[in-house]
């Protein structure tokens, strides 16, 4: 079945060829959603100029030419040229009846990469993520909940839609920092108290090490001798490396469990995978042509970027002392990607800060030779997750919200929130139901904002069980699923849908809107629209259900239909909750 965009899509493009010519055929039908119609199509404007005519001579031409019998009403034409497009609710109907319900309207478009529609997206690529990126021997912040949320959300979607995902939690495991944390494990020993708490609270682990560094002049001594054995392969020290690693994947895992994320261990690729290449990428961009010696540092200054003085800015790939940086590390990564991954489409799910540096970076990579063309490298930009008083969320003493503590305080205040309904659950459902709608709505409330823009934290609000929030959403499948369990049966499964009430055509027109939203997030790496409609989608199942009495309908025909309506509804919710990484409770 195809997505209802898709099928107007090739409509109109058999029309513009016929009207003008095989040149337009494949000119984009401007296709919008309407107030006045199911939706609109604005080629008529655009074109005007090309082919010096009137838009709504144009209009006229293109309607005259479309074949849109048994799938809309008559077509209307508006304004300076607009095409009001509304389908006919058998139309609708039908195409709700296609297969199983999920079939239906689950099935995502196959679109090719050179459609020319917006939200047009290519199924059957390989997408590299790179996402959540925390550090080892470091606490998960707040900071990092917005890079794990995102990118997982736009991981399922790719996979969702027929791409091959290739996950990389680029996570920091290299570099001076990891000399002091090796004298400090042998300082308190490696099966000490202290060493295992790393797992649970590494932060504690890295500020001692810290402390010690900054105060005790022999140890930082040695801890700069470490990093030396450690970049040079020293076995024992590559040993003592491992497990500080280890420590800290126990404690990324712990919370990736807890935020229900696709991420694991074979998901790791941490800046040391890169360490025999960095060598390698700086001297094929000397070869190139690329890089100069500058004060004491070997340094690229790609094209179009100045300092504020106007000079050259410059990306430094080795220090003065030989030493690489993340810059390297980076643009390792790309080559990386695209030689050894196969990459179509890599996604940088990484803090907005960053954008100038991944533009040098890309561009740089570009000039290499690196990033060929038909490869996308996309940075998808996070903004920052805000307290009461408009700056970034920190405790009182001015430190990042462990992310920890706040995933508890959700799942705690959700807990708190079931306790005071009318349902009645036992003691194991209850810790399930409580995690299930703390979780989604942190998550939610995260993945419904332009993941661009900031937003401010407020679980009071998350947890309201009304408006734009994931408890209306989960309530409404619960409700659904209640409703199923009352109806006594599965008879109604193989029912035809008929869409008789105006409440009854709205829903069906939402539910087939469901593909199209998912190739937009695609397309767009935008998953605050997929929120959007998921929330319009509930919003229009509870007018239907206020209006269209479902379980005492007038008859046993228009029963089976509408409960088949409402199972169609609980399915689209739970699939496209499902690929933003939330779950829908059996009861709440």
């Excluded at 409509?11 to 039908?29: M, V, W, Y």
Aim: hydrophobic fraction near 40%.
């Amino acid at each position: 079945m195809p997505s209802l965009t898709s099928l107007l899509n090739d409509r109109f493009a058999l029309a513009l060829e016929q009207s003008f010519g095989e040149d337009f055929k494949r000119r984009d039908p401007v296709i919008r959603s309407s107030q006045f119609a199911d939706f609109q199509a604005n080629v008529a404007l655009p074109l005007a100029k090309e082919l010096k005519s009137k838009p709504r001579d144009i209009a006229n031409t293109i309607v005259g030419n479309l074949d849109l019998a048994g799938i809309c009403e008559t077509p209307e034409i508006s304004g300076p040229g607009f095409i009001n497009l509304t389908f006919t609710s058998d139309f609708l109907a039908s195409t709700l009846n296609q297969g199983t319900a999920a079939e239906a309207v689950a099935e995502t478009p196959a679109t090719s990469k050179d459609a020319t529609s917006e939200g047009a997206a290519a199924a059957g690529q390989r997408v590299v993520i790179d996402y959540s990126a925390p550090n080892v021997a470091k606490e998960m912040h707040v900071g990092h909940l917005r890079t794990t949320v995102v990118g997982d959300a736009l991981a399922r979607t790719h996979e969702f839609l027929g791409n091959t995902v290739v996950r990389q939690n680029h996570i920091g495991d290299w570099g001076t920092p990891f000399g002091m944390l090796i004298e400090h494990l042998l300082d308190v020993g490696i099966e000490s108290e202290t060493a295992q708490d790393i797992s649970a609270n590494p932060n504690a682990f890295y500020q001692a090490a810290r402390a010690k560094f900054d105060s005790d002049e022999a140890f930082a001594t040695r801890a700069r001798a470490r990093v030396v054995e450690l970049q040079g392969g020293d076995q024992q020290t590559l040993e003592l490396w491992e497990r500080l690693v280890g420590f800290s994947k126990t404690y990324f895992n712990h919370i990736y469990s807890l935020l229900d994320v696709t991420l694991t261990d074979d998901d790791l690729a941490g800046e040391s995978i890169y360490n025999d290449d960095l060598a390698a990428v700086c001297q094929e961009l000397e070869d190139a042509g690329l890089a100069r010696i500058s004060d004491g540092a070997l340094c690229v200054f790609p094209e179009g970027f100045t300092g504020r003085e106007g000079e050259p800015l410059p990306l430094i790939i080795r220090k003065s002392d030989g030493g690489y940086g993340y810059a390297t590390t980076d643009l390792a990564a790309v080559r990386h990607r695209v030689r050894n991954l196969n990459a179509d489409r890599v996604l940088y799910v990484v803090g907005t800060p960053q954008a100038m540096h991944f533009e040098m970076v890309f561009s740089i990579a570009r000039a290499a030779g690196w990033l060929p063309e038909g490869v996308e490298f996309e940075h998808v930009k996070i903004g920052n997750v805000l307290g009461d008083d408009g700056k970034i969320l920190r405790t009182r003493s001015g430190a990042p919200v462990r992310l920890a503590e706040l995933l508890d305080e959700a799942v705690a205040r959700a807990k708190a929130t079931l306790q005071e309904s009318n349902v009645e659950f036992d003691a194991e459902e209850e810790a399930l139901v409580a995690k299930t709608v703390g979780i989604g709505a942190v998550k939610y409330a995260d993945l419904s904002v332009a993941h661009d823009t900031s937003y401010t934290f407020d679980l009071d609000r998350m947890l309201v069980p009304i408006g734009n929030t994931a408890p209306y959403l989960q309530y409404a499948g619960a409700r659904i699923r209640s409703i199923l369990r009352k109806a006594e049966g599965d008879a109604f499964t193989a029912a035809p849908i008929h869409l008789g009430e105006a409440a009854e055509r709205d829903l069906g027109l939402a539910l087939l809107g469901f593909s199209d939203v998912v190739a937009e997030v695609v397309a767009g790496s935008a998953p605050h629209r997929l929120c959007t409609y998921l929330f319009d989608l509930a919003q229009s199942f509870t007018s239907f259900y206020e209006q269209c009495p479902v379980l005492i309908a007038e008859t046993a025909e228009v029963r089976d239909s509408r409960l088949r309506l409402s199972q169609t509804v609980l399915e689209v919710l739970e699939a496209g909750l499902g690929v933003l990484g939330i779950r829908v409770p059996e009861r709440m």
